[in-house]
Each structure stands twice: as C-alpha cells, then as structure tokens.
C-alpha cells in the first residue's frame, strides 16, 4: 500500500464512499418523481415510502393494516434465517471440511451434490409444502437446503487448499487429529469457510422471501406478497429496503462475529 | 597435523552416544506398473551433538531419505532407530526446518514459536519465558507481534528454529533450509544456526545441495549418489571451528568435495 492510498483510506471520505451510490439512486427516484416520469401507483415518491416504512416500523398497531408489525415480522424472519442457516452450517461445514480432506467422502459425494445443486431451489417449493405445509418449517427446510451448497462446496475447497505442509509441522509438533483439525486445518481453511458462511447467509435471505411468500401470515416476505395483493407498492418497496438492510447488517454481524471469535478470521479474511 | 584439527574440531569433547541409526532403508516408489528405487540401502548412524550434512544433486532421493527419518513416510524396507527404538511417523523428538515457508500464516512471530508447547500442558508463566527465550535466541524479540506474511524469509527460518528448538528435539531435521535466502542471509543463517547448536548441542542431519554450506556447517558428510540413491562416500570434516568461509584449508576442502560430487 502506498503512502498515498494510506491517506485516502483514513479520510472521512473513504467511510462515506459505501453510501454513494444508494445516495445517487435515491436522487435520481426523487428526480423522475418530481417530474411524474413514472405514475406513482408504479413507483411511488420516496417521502410516501418514508412514511408508509415509519408506520410500519414505529406506528401503533391498528392505526393501519401494516402499522407496528414490523418487529413481529423481522422477529418472525429472522428467526427462520437463523435456524435454516445453522441447519446448513451444521451440516454443510463438517462435511465440506471432510469431504475436502478424504478423497472417498468426496467422490462419494460428489454426483450427489453437484446434481442436488444444479436443481433451482424454488422447485423444492411444492414439494416442500407437501411435505411441511404452509409455514414456518417449509421456509426453514428451503433456507436450510439452498445454503447449505456454498458452505459446504466452500468449506471443502478450503480444507482440500490448505498447505499439507502445515498440517506435517502441526503433526511432528504433535498435534494432529482433532486437535490439528481445530489448531491448524480449520483457520487454514478460514478465508475459504468465511466465503462460503457470507454467501450461505445471504442466499438465506432470498430463500427465506420465497418461503414466505406461499401464505404465511407473518414476515417480511409475507407482508410483500400481502401488500401485492392488496396493491400497496409502498409497502412492496418498503419490504424490499427492510429486506437489503438486515441482509446487509447480518452480513456484517457475521464478519465481525468471526472475526471476534476467531484470529485466523482477523488476519486472514 | 590431521589429529591435531581434529581435536580442535571437537571443543565440547565429551563422550559419544549413539543416537540415531538408519538400518537398510531402501525406498522405492511406484506407479503405473514402473517403480523407481529412489534409496537404496542407507546405512548410517548420528552421534549425540552431530551435525551431519546430506550433500548431493537433485533428484538423488536426499529428502526422501529426511522425510523417512521425520516418519512422513515409511520406508519400503529397512529402520529408522532412534535410541534404538523403531520410528513410527512424526513426532516432537524429530523436529524438521522445511525447505518452504510453513508457519502459520495466522498466528504473530511468537504465537508461531508457542505453538508447540501450548498443547504440552505446562503452566502458563514456564510458557512464556521459554518463548521470551527462544525469541531472544533467534533474535526476534522486535519482531514478536508481527505476522509471517510481514516478515522477511531469513526471519521466517528463525522462526521455523525457534519453534521447534523449544520443543527440545533430540534430532533437528533440516530440508534445505536456507536454500529459498539471498546469499546473505543464507550466511546469517548458518552462523545462527552454528551458534545455536553449539550453545543447545542438538543431533542435526542437514540435507543441503551446497557444497560450501556443508563444508561450513558438518562434523560428517554423507554424499549421495542417484539412480538409485545412495551414500557413496562418508566423508569426516576436520576443520578446525569457527570455521572461515575464506581460509585456505576451507577452500581446498569445498575443491575437493565439488570434485567428489561431479565424479
């Protein structure tokens, strides 16, 4: 790095720069609504979104159909992220990691995954509804299965990268097996593991909103398909920017988590 | 003249155990219906405090023959006897100085040099001041908190001593360890590495393709020959220590073992 770049990572600037493009398209929706380029019941004035996302956010329930639910639904989603994701972190990590590290687990598994994966998630919706109804397991089991793939193909890709090397020092030091594993296999597999947990995590969120959009009663995907059907763009709108900040928060929450809980996370990825 | 250096070249001259002993080790290795006899009957045996150098060309099976005494692999015939017990894979008491950088990447300077005694269960403040020394043998106290990635590859050799020097190997096994080091460097290394050995007085075996490194560093030179690999000659050092990389006697010396090696 150089000097210079040094002094533009340290300006005020550089902290602002991740908010100048939603800065710039905010503008520019202002624009085309000030000038009526769109009809409103198309794309309606950022000031309406404002409002419609503070009653839902901070309104009293009952002041309007979508007032004040905001923190039921965010709960409600949240908590089918979480437990869908963990599902496929618990699963998908332990195994990527062996599959990277045995070469009979990974051909074993190989055709299967790959094939599992090239089927697009949203056709284990009917399926999944037959199975589990309409609710809360069927939007957990389609999380859990569409984030698993990262995961897993990331943690085996970063456990099968890790320098042999290493583990022989760890070994001639004496540690190996499940001490090696833990010591030297997973934070050498780390910038790998974090890969796959970020993109894990994110595609949770999308599979999250397709899950809830079969009829749920609460949630942040519920209350887009309820305020579709109800024709209330606002609200489609204001779903849809609830849905990027916590997707982007959560992101953020994991990488700091990591980072925390882990040295090779702080240094490596 | 001759008894006389040699005298010399032994100051801690106490008496001589046999420590280390490579019985018949033959290796070969196989694949697509051919195989390749990549060590053919290695006999040799390390007194306690030896520094023995492994000289020959590449491909002469050298470090294979490491890797079989480090037990990364075993031999396809033969022993390795350490304290006439049969070596059975890695383990502390054989410690190797690769020939790549293999620290890790995640842990400083001094987390790296711990590494090994963090699993030995000893308490926490004996820990410690065996790392502060280690760290001050190789001359790293500055460099403590700073990550491999950020330090040159001669400190990354320190680093690699350091963390097994504190594990009280009683073999230190070294692949060419200063091979990847600017000329400089390389020197620093070896008088590093002389100073600590004659200060801790490990058993090392040093396989190296550097004439004048071995000639620098060895009490015994075994110098192999390939296809298939083999000692072919056994050759003592008797230069006097500290050794001058320049005086005549070195030179003639590091001629004379060129010419064996070309021959």
Known sequence: MTGHEMDIRHGGAWRLLPGVIPALFILAWIVVSAASLIPTYLLPHPLEIAKSGYTYILGQSGEGPYAGRFLIDSGQSLLRVGCGFAAAVAFGLPLGIVSGRLPVVQRLMSTTVNALRAVPGITWLPLAMVWFGIGVRTTVFLVALAAFFPVYL???????????????????????????????????????????????LGISWAYLVLGELTGVSNGLGAVIMDARMLGRIDMIVVGIIIIAVIGRLSDSLLQAGMRFFFKSARRMA | MRLQLRALASPREKPREKILEIAG?????????????????????AEKGELICIVGRSGCGKSTLLKIVAGFMPPSSGKVLLRSRSVEGP????????????????????????????????????????????????????????????????????????????????????????????????EEMQNLLLSLWQELGHTILFVTHDVNEAVILADKILLMSKN?????????????????RDSSAFLHFSRRLREALRA
């Open chain 2, 228 to 244: 298939p690999g083999r000692i072919r000659e056994e050759i003592r050092v008797d230069l006097p220590r500290p050794r001058s």
């Open chain 2, 91 to 186: 383990g502390p008491e054989r410690c190797v100085i690769f020939q790549e950088d293999a620290l890790f990447p995640w842990l400083t300077v001094q987390e790296n040099i711990a590494f090994g005694l963090k699993w030995k269960g000893r308490d926490k403040q004996a820990r410690v001041e065996e790392v502060e020394r280690f760290l001050g043998l190789v001359g790293l106290n500055e460099f403590r908190d700073y990550l491999p990635g950020e330090i040159s590859g001669g400190m990354k050799q320190r680093v690699a001593l350091a963390r097994v020097l504190i594990l009280k190997p009683e073999v230190l096994l070294m692949d060419e360890p200063f091979a990847s080091l600017d000329a400089q460097s390389r």
């Open chain 2, 25 to 45: 080790v033959h290796k070969i290795f196989h694949g697509n219906g051919n195989f390749l006899h990549v060590l053919e009957g290695i006999d040799f045996r």
């Open chain 1, 154 to 200: 990331n943690a085996a890709a970063g456990a099968r990268q890790v320098n042999p090397v290493l583990l022989q020092a760890g070994a001639m030091m004496g540690v190996r097996r499940v001490r090696g594993t833990f010591a030297i296999l997973l934070p050498g597999a780390m910038p790998h593991l974090m890969t796959g947990l970020r993109l894990g």
